[in-house]
């Protein structure tokens, strides 16, 4: 009935609670993780050997271990292809459940409601080793509905909280290649359907650890603007929803530009203080 996709590389610190909230699900149907580790370095390998066995009757694991690194987008990819339930969630390998009846509640809700393609919760935010609630997030009581030229607008949605319906779109598509794969998916899938927000805390998403949380601001915003560039391909006869994505490449060029005159700004502070050390050294020793 659904398949839980989990992707992992050098995360043996925290693959382990990232399973066991998988582990932790009450379902009145099958569910099918895929662990795809994608050639870690580290122990993640063992660990997940090591859990595996303890895996509840409700719950068959599929797991996967890459020889070569194919990166994570391609290790996404090739794992929703692999996927064979009805609906697919998605937790990846530093986050982690916290709600036994996460997947039963989204999957009910799915299964009365086929106008909805894509369904997600809010999150707590792992910082500093404290779970917190984001502010913006405070105020998000009530159960909302929205479509894709909402989403156009930004990326709304934390990966360890979706379940969405299997085989509406084709994971291959040229704007699923980009360095972020998250958004391109869930912009793909409400292409098909509406999108359905509970206020429900299910999830844990750890703020950072990511690949593309932990990039530097700079780069943050330069694959930013690459995947957006994608997507205006991809919907360039949907004009309101290209429009939005083009506000999106506009908005984040100017943050760019912004902190490129700080990095600047900074860096010429320090040339500036090195040429004065070299001169005075040479001056007075």
Request: a negative charge; aromatic letters at 12%; hydrophobic letters at 35%.
């Amino acid at each position: 009935m659904l398949s839980v996709i989990m992707i992992t590389y050098g995360q043996e610190r925290y693959i382990s609670k990232a399973i066991e909230g998988v582990f932790l699900q009450k379902t009145n149907f099958p569910v099918e993780l895929i662990i795809s580790n994608d050639a870690s370095p580290d122990n993640t390998d063992e660990i997940i050997n090591r859990i595996v066995p303890s895996a509840p009757a409700n719950i068959s694991v599929k797991y996967i271990k890459h020889i070569e690194n194919l990166g994570p987008i391609l290790n996404f990819q090739d794992s929703l292809n692999k996927a064979k339930g009805k609906y697919i969630a998605v937790c990846e390998g530093d986050d982690y459940w916290i709600d036994s009846n996460k997947l039963q509640f989204q999957v009910d809700f799915l299964e009365k409601n086929p106008e909805i393609s894509l369904s997600y919760h809010r999150v707590k935010y792992l910082r500093n080793d404290e779970e917190i609630i984001l502010p913006h997030h405070e105020g998000k009581n009530e159960v909302t509905i929205s479509n894709i030229e909402n989403l156009s607008k930004i990326n709304y949605i934390n990966t360890p909280s979706v379940v969405f319906r299997n085989n509406l779109v084709h994971y291959d598509t040229t704007v699923m290649t980009s360095k972020i794969g998250d958004y391109p998916l869930w912009m793909l899938l409400a292409e098909k359907g509406n999108i359905i927000y509970f206020p429900n805390i299910f999830a844990v998403y750890r703020e950072g650890v990511g690949i593309q949380s932990s990039l530097s601001k700079t780069k943050q915003l330069e694959t930013t603007n690459e995947m957006l560039f994608l997507l205006t391909e991809y919907f360039s006869e949907r004009n309101n929803v290209l429009n939005n994505l083009e506000n999106q490449i506009y908005n984040n060029k100017k943050k760019l530009e912004e902190l490129l005159k700080r990095e600047n700004y900074f860096f010429n502070i320090l040339f500036s203080l090195k040429e004065s050390f070299i001169y005075y050294k040479r001056k007075f020793f």
